[in-house]
């Protein structure tokens, strides 16, 4: 007989989660003393204390975090086992979890969503937007079904992953139309040591990608000149428009900007910055009736952008 039922690693989840044992009782729908007594049980059961009680201060023990990582897949895979049981029931209808990469989140999974939104009304979609590494160790954990990313995914989770290719996202230079290099068609990379850049802050994924591929055609990234540093595409996006000066960012994240003619595109000469965009799911996983059509919406738009 196992020393905890799935209720109380909810009840570890919820504590863990709102770090108050009210808050995590009313998140429940239970009484504080039931869950407090959950609690009890369940230390006794296993004969370790799970839970530091200092006064209003709640936390997790070492043995409370080892329980809680275990906690969360159990119960991953409990929610999957309902869902594949209902899609058997209800065919093509189902819940959804996708998950994006940060500059995909915010300005191609809207539109990717819209579309499928379109076509398959019956499907209940839940977003979430994090850094690369954060979705992939999602996908493994079974809380998201399946995510597009741009970001680099580090050898230890590759092992665990599917992983298709999907489009390519050109990082375009931009400027504004006031600037001096506005009028040109392109320029050459020495031009690059004159501009003042706009960067997000340095342990950015998207900038490391962006100085390696510098780097890679002989362009030395510690001579240009940075002059701002932001934690935002939107915010970037301002100051280049304001003329601060230039910044490399998405094609995706400055359709709306370039129809407006709030910022100009410039080529560099015999250098283009693109990243490979990539699917990924965890090839454990049940793959409901509502991943498959995801999965194929995915592939549709991919050959469509590709011709």
Same mark, same amino acid.
Request: charged residues 25%.
């Given at each position: 007989?196992?020393?905890?039922?799935?209720?109380?690693?909810?009840?570890?989840?919820?504590?863990?989660?709102?770090?108050?044992?009210?808050?995590?009782?009313?998140?429940?729908?239970?009484?504080?003393?039931?869950?407090?007594?959950?609690?009890?049980?369940?230390?006794?059961?296993?004969?370790?204390?799970?839970?530091?009680?200092?006064?209003?201060?709640?936390?997790?023990?070492?043995?409370?975090?080892?329980?809680?990582?275990?906690?969360?897949?159990?119960?991953?895979?409990?929610?999957?086992?309902?869902?594949?049981?209902?899609?058997?029931?209800?065919?093509?209808?189902?819940?959804?979890?996708?998950?994006?990469?940060?500059?995909?989140?915010?300005?191609?999974?809207?539109?990717?969503?819209?579309?499928?939104?379109?076509?398959?009304?019956?499907?209940?979609?839940?977003?979430?937007?994090?850094?690369?590494?954060?979705?992939?160790?999602?996908?493994?954990?079974?809380?998201?079904?399946?995510?597009?990313?741009?970001?680099?995914?580090?050898?230890?989770?590759?092992?665990?992953?599917?992983?298709?290719?999907?489009?390519?996202?050109?990082?375009?230079?931009?400027?504004?139309?006031?600037?001096?290099?506005?009028?040109?068609?392109?320029?050459?990379?020495?031009?690059?040591?004159?501009?003042?850049? $706009?960067?997000?802050?340095?342990?950015?994924?998207?900038?490391?990608?962006?100085?390696?591929?510098? $780097?890679?055609?002989?362009?030395?990234?510690?001579?240009?000149?940075?002059?701002?540093?932001?934690?935002?595409?939107?915010?970037?996006?301002?100051?280049?428009?304001?003329?601060?000066?230039?910044?490399?960012?998405?094609?995706?994240?400055?359709?709306?900007?370039?129809?407006?003619?709030?910022?100009?595109?410039?080529?560099?000469?015999?250098?283009?910055?693109?990243?490979?965009?990539?699917? $990924?799911?965890?090839?454990?996983?049940?793959?409901?009736?509502?991943?498959?059509?995801?999965?194929?919406?995915?592939?549709?738009?991919?050959?469509?952008?590709?011709?």
């Amino acid at each position: 007989m196992l020393p905890f039922t799935l209720q109380q690693l909810r009840i570890l989840r919820a504590v863990a989660t709102e770090k108050n044992f009210t808050k995590a009782a009313a998140v429940l729908y239970l009484s504080q003393p039931s869950l407090s007594k959950q609690i009890k049980t369940l230390e006794k059961n296993l004969d370790i204390l799970l839970i530091n009680r200092e006064r209003n201060n709640i936390s997790l023990t070492e043995s409370g975090k080892v329980l809680l990582q275990y906690s969360e897949r159990i119960l991953a895979l409990c929610e999957e086992s309902c869902r594949a049981l209902i899609d058997l029931k209800n065919g093509d209808r189902g819940n959804l979890t996708v998950g994006a990469s940060q500059t995909i989140g915010t300005y191609l999974m809207p539109r990717i969503l819209a579309l499928f939104a379109q076509n398959y009304p019956q499907i209940n979609l839940k977003v979430q937007v994090n850094s690369t590494r954060i979705i992939a160790k999602k996908i493994i954990n079974r809380e998201i079904d399946i995510a597009v990313v741009g970001g680099e995914i580090s050898d230890d989770l590759k092992k665990n992953l599917t992983i298709k290719p999907f489009v390519s996202d050109e990082l375009s230079l931009i400027i504004s139309k006031s600037h001096p290099f506005a009028k040109k068609n392109q320029i050459n990379k020495e031009d690059l040591y004159c501009l003042d850049f $706009i960067t997000l802050n340095p342990n950015s994924t998207i900038k490391n990608f962006i100085d390696n591929i510098l $780097i890679q055609n002989q362009i030395e990234t510690k001579q240009l000149k940075t002059i701002l540093q932001l934690n935002s595409i939107e915010g970037i996006k301002t100051a280049v428009s304001l003329g601060l000066g230039a910044a490399f960012v998405s094609s995706s994240a400055i359709e709306k900007e370039i129809k407006l003619k709030t910022i100009g595109i410039i080529k560099l000469e015999n250098i283009k910055i693109t990243r490979k965009l990539s699917i $990924i799911s965890n090839p454990e996983c049940y793959k409901s009736k509502a991943f498959e059509f995801f999965y194929t919406e995915l592939i549709r738009l991919k050959n469509k952008i590709e011709t």
